[in-house]
């Protein structure tokens, strides 16, 4: 079984802009708290990968490549908005650092994510990784396609006003 073991932290400094960009376009046929079925195009290539069930920041994963056009087709079939962002990949410190510069109704929302061999593997940080959102799931791809980035501080603030006691006051 093929696993993904990835942590997620959010980004603090602009350094990793000089890196090339990919546009990735993404949707989920299945976001079950179980298993994930996403479609994703990433430039001229297109992938067809299955989750499980999420324990720490490790899961089964496995992804295939599928023709771009099957891809196009199986988007429209989404259920949840399209998921966008440019992907960056930054090699320091001898990880694969992936920044992603999310667009859309998530845009102002960057992450950067490493995958490790292992749960407990040590590794150096570059100066502009932030707070670590590993385990927070709004941060999640699927979750962004259901309540994304730019919905989060409306929901905070009504909730705010409902708190207060002060709805339908005015």
């Known amino acids: 079984m093929a696993m993904e073991i990835e942590r997620k932290f959010l980004v603090t400094a602009d350094d990793w802009r000089s890196a090339d960009g990919v546009l990735y376009?993404?949707?989920?046929?299945?976001?079950?708290?179980?298993?994930?079925v996403r479609v994703r195009i990433a430039g001229d290539e297109a992938f067809l990968t299955i989750k499980g069930k999420t324990s720490g920041i490790s899961r089964s994963e496995f992804e295939y490549a599928i023709p771009v056009s099957e891809a196009q087709d199986l988007l429209a079939l989404c259920d949840g908005a399209l998921v966008e962002k440019i992907r960056r990949k930054i090699p320091f410190a001898g990880l694969i650092w992936e920044v992603d510069e999310f667009l859309g109704a998530n845009?102002?929302?960057?992450?950067?994510?490493?995958?490790?061999?292992?749960?407990?593997?040590?590794?150096?940080?570059?100066?502009?990784?932030?707070?670590?959102?590993?385990?927070?799931?709004?941060?999640?791809?699927?979750?962004?396609?259901?309540?994304?980035?730019?919905?989060?501080?409306?929901?905070d603030e009504e909730r705010m006003v409902e708190r207060s006691g002060l709805v339908g006051v005015g």
């Open 25 to 36: 376009r993404q949707g989920y046929l299945n976001r079950d708290k179980s298993r994930t």
């Open 107 to 155: 845009a102002g929302l960057v992450v950067v994510e490493v995958e490790l061999a292992s749960v407990d593997q040590v590794f150096d940080k570059p100066a502009w990784v932030g707070e670590e959102v590993s385990d927070d799931p709004r941060y999640f791809n699927a979750s962004l396609s259901t309540y994304p980035f730019n919905a989060w501080h409306v929901k």
